[in-house]
Structures are given as C-alpha cells and as structure tokens.
C-alpha cells in the first residue's frame, strides 16, 4: 500500500485511533490532518522518501510526523516516511508505530543502537522514492526547507544539502575543532567535504544507489557523500533550537567521528609519520656522528647521560604516538575484514513506497 491510496477522509478516522500515548500534550502543531483535502498524486507521479533517523526522540516525533506528512501532502508527489528506531529506550518506538497504522509509515527498529551512521544507512536501504531526504527527529532540521530542496531537484539538481549559515550557537572549541577538521580531511585534492553541512539534505534515486553499492562498514557519511559525485546545490539555513530533550552527540562522540573520517578519506597522518621520522632521524644521525668523530680525533670523553635519556624518552614517546596512528588504520583494516552486518534489524512496521510500483 502507498501513501496516496487513502484519501485524507480515511486518513482522518484511521488518526482517532492512535493511541492517546502518542499524541503530544504540550504541541504547537496540530497532530491531526488538516481540514481542506489535498489533491490525490497523480499515477506514475515522483515518489519521495523521508527518512529520520532516531535515538530517544519521542517527544519530538509527536511534533514532527504530523508536520512533515501535511508538507508531503503538498508537495503532491507519492511519499513515505521511514523511521529508523536506533535502539532507543524510551517510546520512540511505540510512537513511530502507532502512526505506522497510516498508509505510507514505516518505522524499522534496530536491534541495538548501532549509531547514527549505520541508522542512516539502514533507511537508505530501505527507501524506495525516486528522491530521498535525510533529515534528524529533533526538529533542528526544519521541514519546511523540502520544499526548496525538492525544488533544486526539479530543476536538476541531483544533492540538495543544507550548510548552517553560521555556527553561533557552539563553542569556540567546537568551531576550531570543527575548522580544524574541514582543513585535514579536504586536504586531499580528489574530492572535498562541503563545510558546515550535515546530513540535513535531498539525494536522487541514482546518488542513493551509488552510496548503497560502497562496501566499507566503517562509514563516514559526510565523506561519502562527497565522494559519490554529482551535481550538487548547497542549501543555507539556520538550525532551530532543539524543540524536546538534550542531544546525546557529546564531545568524545564527535572526537570518535572526526577519527573515522580521517582515517577513511585521508592518508596524510601516515605520511606525517613517515616525515617526523625523517626530521629526527636525521639530526640524531648528524649528531652521532659528531660525538663519534670528537671522540676519535680530540679524546674528549663522550658525556651527557641526562641529555641521552631525554632523548631516548623522546624518541620512544615519538615512537608510540607513530605505532598509535598506525593501530587506527589496521583497526579500521580488522573492522572491514571482519565482513559484520552494519546494523541487525529487529522488526519492521508499516508499509510505504513498494520497490518497481509505478
């Protein structure tokens, strides 16, 4: 069944039905359907599917899912929404069901919280529309803004991804670490990194393929949406303040995602061992020699025991920090190799747009 079938009639009674846990109490959105009926997609219309990634984002899906389908509603096309349920342990999952009682929702519940990058990528495999849209459950992402995506992508665009305007909000350390990051990862000249965009953002089908056809399981999204190609349009907007809850994205999670995205796109930390160890080399070589020959020629007694173990803690310190760089590229190799699911899926509900309907 697809989201066009029933009329907005249907779609009325079937919403009384929901169970009273899923409607918000304190909303500014009006959690049933509108009023006025929209006009029915046409057959062999555009399909497009939205797919929202959640981890403990109940109280702000009752917010969300019924402003999102009433902006589907008028973008006329064929459409689904597709909650991934990233092992969440509060009702996340119970509110995404609830709603999957209504023609074109469909939530897939992980088994676990397998984090938000395999999150994405089991929606991405599940989408069937000939356009995607990615975009987080806490509202920050505004969907107001697909209409301007879908609009990009009429004209030809094949990526619309929105890019903040200015990251005002943050702290100044989270702004460096962020510039920092932008700098190392596009220091390579094959493909670059937009900065300032997240996952907020409209792929065509052919885009979505591509990046269902990579095989890595480390993945680093924002990398591999850059690496996929094709022709892009950047999008500005202002994240709204988170409307329920507080994230769960702390610093050491962000640390661990910037490492997964050097360590995938980039192989510059290795050759910056390989350069440091020629620096030291060198001058330690240069001065060995010059002790050996004043030895040799002048008798002068070879001293400095300090300075010998000083240098010795050094070069072990340089040393360990080297082998370290190295263990995250084997332990990104070991990750591959091991060949395990990205993520398990433990059920699905509902039912969207069906792979090869017209």
Known sequence: MISSTPNRHSRASARIDVPQATQPEHSTVQAGPATNTPAAPQVGARTISCVIPCFNEAANLRNLLPLLEDILWATHMRWE??????????????????WCELSGFRCISLSRNF???????????????????????????????IHAMVAQWVAGAEVVYAVRE??????????IGSRLFYSFVNSSDRFEVPRDA????????????????????SRFMKGLYAWVGFRAVALPYTPAPRAEGTSTFNARR????????????????LRMVSVAGLML?????????????????FGNAVSGWTTIVVSLMFFIGIQMISTGIVGEYIARIYEEVKGRPLYVVRREHGSGLEAGQP
């Open 166 to 175: 200015a990251r005002n909000d943050e702290s100044r350390f989270k702004r």
């Open 81 to 98: 929404i597709i909650v991934v349920d990233d092992g969440s342990t509060d009702d996340t999952a119970a509110v995404a069901q609830a």
């Open 115 to 145: 984090g938000k990058e395999a999150a994405l990528t089991a929606g991405l495999a599940a989408a069937h529309g000939d356009a995607v849209v990615l975009l987080d459950g806490d509202l920050q992402h505004s969907p107001q803004l």
């Open 198 to 217: 997240g996952d907020f953002r409209l792929m065509d089908r052919k885009v979505v393929d591509a990046l269902m056809s990579l095989p890595e399981r």
């Open 254 to 269: 962000l640390l661990n995602l910037a490492i997964d995205g050097l360590t995938a796109f980039t192989t510059w930390p």
């Open 281 to 297: 080399a060198v001058p330690a070589f240069a001065y060995g020699a010059y002790v050996a020959l004043d030895h040799v020629l």
